[in-house]
C-alpha cells in the first residue's frame, strides 16, 4: 500500500501551520511600528514615474515565448552574464527593485558558479546588483575559486554543474526578514525567490541564453562553494545557464 502523499510533507504542513498568523510570536521593531501596531503613513512610498510608456503587446511576446531549455543555444560571455543580472535585480536611483519584496527587505542574493563563461574564470562569484559586478569567491581553504564539489551540487541526472556554462542560486538572507516577520519570513523569502527567478528568467531568455530553473540540489554543497557565512543565508533557488 502505498503511503498518502501527506506522509511526505509532514515537515512542510507542519511549518506551514507554525507559520500561520497566531501561531507564533510576532515580531514587534521598534522602527516599524508605533504603539498601535501599524505601519506608519510618513513610511509609505508614492509610486515612481517611469516616465516611458509600456508596450503591452511587446511583453505579451516575451512572457509567451520563454520556455525552460537545457541545450546550449548561445555561447555565453560575461558582459550578456552581467548585464541580464542587472536588468533583473539592479536598484533604480531610488532604490527600489524591479521586483516585490516583503517589506522592502530584498533578501535574495544572487551566487553563480561558472564554469565555462568567456571572460571569467571558473569558479563561484557573488552578484553585487549596486555596482553591476561579478565578485569572485575565494574559499579559505584553497587557493583557487573551483571546488571540486561542483559536479555533486545539482541532484538531477538530466544537467550537471560542470557541464552547464553556469549555475545561478538565489540564497536569502533571513537576518532582516526573519526579525521583521518571524516565522512568515522564510514563506516571504521563498516568495521574493520566485518573483526575482522569473526576471532573471525573461532576462536571459530576451538575450538567447538557454536556462533551466532548478528546485534539485544539495544544500551543503551549495553553503561550502558559496562560503555562506551562517545558517541564516539559505539557498533556496537555482538555474542552469545551459
Not at 2 to 14: F, G, K, W
Request: with cysteine.
Amino acid at each position: 500500500m502505498e503511503n498518502p502523499t501527506a506522509y511526505y510533507l509532514q515537515a512542510a504542513l507542519t511549518f506551514h501551520q507554525q507559520s500561520t498568523y497566531g501561531n507564533y510570536p510576532e515580531p514587534r521593531p521598534a522602527d516599524l511600528w508605533g504603539d498601535t501596531a501599524t505601519v506608519n503613513k510618513e513610511q509609505s512610498l508614492a509610486a515612481p514615474a517611469s516616465g516611458r510608456p509600456v508596450d503591452a503587446e511587446h511583453l505579451d511576446r516575451i512572457w509567451r515565448a520563454r520556455r525552460s531549455r537545457r541545450t546550449r543555444s548561445t555561447r555565453l560571455i560575461r558582459k550578456t552574464l552581467v548585464e541580464a543580472l542587472t536588468s533583473a535585480m539592479a536598484p533604480s536611483s531610488a532604490g527600489l527593485r524591479p521586483y516585490p519584496s516583503a517589506g522592502g527587505c530584498y533578501s535574495a542574493s544572487a551566487y553563480c558558479y561558472v564554469s565555462d563563461v568567456q571572460g571569467l574564470e571558473p569558479g563561484a562569484y557573488r552578484f553585487d546588483p549596486s555596482e553591476g559586478s561579478l565578485l569572485p569567491i575565494l574559499l579559505a581553504d584553497r587557493e583557487s575559486q573551483v571546488s571540486p564539489d561542483a559536479p555533486e551540487l545539482l541532484r538531477t541526472t538530466v544537467l550537471r554543474a560542470d557541464t552547464v556554462q553556469a549555475v545561478l542560486f538565489l540564497v536569502a538572507d533571513m537576518h532582516g526578514i526573519g526579525a521583521r516577520y518571524g516565522e512568515r519570513g522564510y514563506r516571504y523569502a521563498l516568495i521574493e525567490a520566485g518573483h526575482l527567478a522569473q526576471n532573471l528568467a525573461l532576462a536571459f531568455d530576451t538575450r538567447g541564453v538557454s536556462h533551466c530553473p532548478v528546485g534539485g540540489f544539495f544544500d551543503d554543497v551549495a553553503r561550502s562553494l558559496f562560503a555562506l557565512p551562517d545558517a541564516l543565508h539559505l539557498p533556496l533557488y537555482a538555474m542552469a545557464l545551459a
